[in-house]
């Protein structure tokens, strides 16, 4: 089974939906967090959260919000779609210091229409 | 403040070839820095990283990055590439007082048979 796992894998929605994405682990990592991608920008990051209790905005937190319901699962909303939200969502986690690497899950690709 | 510049969105190289993927970094104080894989329609994959021992480091499937302090380097390279390179490669950059990792735009490696 896979560490990190994102649902749904694939989403078409409309302008004004609000949409939830989940990411769940099994690696037992404290931080956990939420990237874009776009072509041509590379990964932007959304939210972060080192556990539980701490939740962090990234560059581009607008018109997005986060929910850490416990270790091992970190959800990323969209309140109300817009087309421009169109994109490659990933989950990330790592355990403790700057110096150890990220792990991603599959992705999510979110079409807004 | 950090930041990760990746010359070239998209490399071109014969099979066989040398392949040379070009990382600078920006940062203030000592970095880590980071190698990701990403195939089609799959998350990220560590290639490898430096984290302020040897300064030559080798990763999987033949890939190697030296960082290069007096440049702000971290360029990666393979003595001959195979079809089975073809993917975006992402450079990211961290450090001990920033708690998030900043990527560059990636670059995408083509492989001619």
């Known amino acids: 089974d896979a560490d990190v796992t994102q649902t749904p894998r694939n989403r078409i929605t409309k302008t004004g939906k609000r949409i939830m994405l989940e990411c769940s682990q099994t690696k037992g990592h404290d931080r956990m967090y939420w990237y874009r991608q776009d072509p041509g920008l590379g990964l932007r990051l959304i939210y972060y959260?080192?556990?539980?209790?701490?939740?962090n905005k990234g560059e581009i937190s607008d018109g997005y919000s986060v929910s850490r319901q416990a270790q091992a699962k970190f959800s990323l909303s969209l309140e109300s779609a817009i087309p421009n939200q169109t994109a490659l969502y990933f989950c990330?986690?790592?355990?403790?210091?700057?110096?150890?690497?990220?792990?991603f899950g599959p992705g999510t690709r979110l079409t807004v229409l | 403040a950090q930041s990760v510049t990746q010359l070239g969105s998209h490399v071109s190289v014969s099979e066989g070839a040398l392949v040379l993927l070009r990382c600078n970094y920006s940062?203030?104080?000592?970095?880590?820095l980071f190698w990701y894989v990403q195939y089609p329609n799959q998350g990220l994959q560590l290639l490898l990283k430096?984290?302020?021992?040897?300064?030559l480091v080798k990763g999987i499937n033949g890939f190697e990055a030296e960082f290069k302090k007096s440049e702000t380097s971290f360029h990666l390279t393979k003595p001959s590439a195979h079809m089975s390179d073809a993917a975006e490669y992402f450079c990211?950059?961290?450090?001990?007082?920033?708690?998030?990792?900043?990527f560059g735009s990636g670059t995408k490696l083509n492989v001619k048979p």
């Open positions: 940062s203030s104080v000592p970095p880590y």
């Open positions: 990211a950059v961290s450090a001990d007082n920033f708690n998030k990792f900043y």
């Open positions: 959260s080192f556990d539980v209790k701490d939740i």
């Open positions: 990330a986690t790592s355990q403790g210091s700057s110096y150890n690497e990220q792990f």
């Open positions: 430096y984290t302020s021992a040897a300064t």
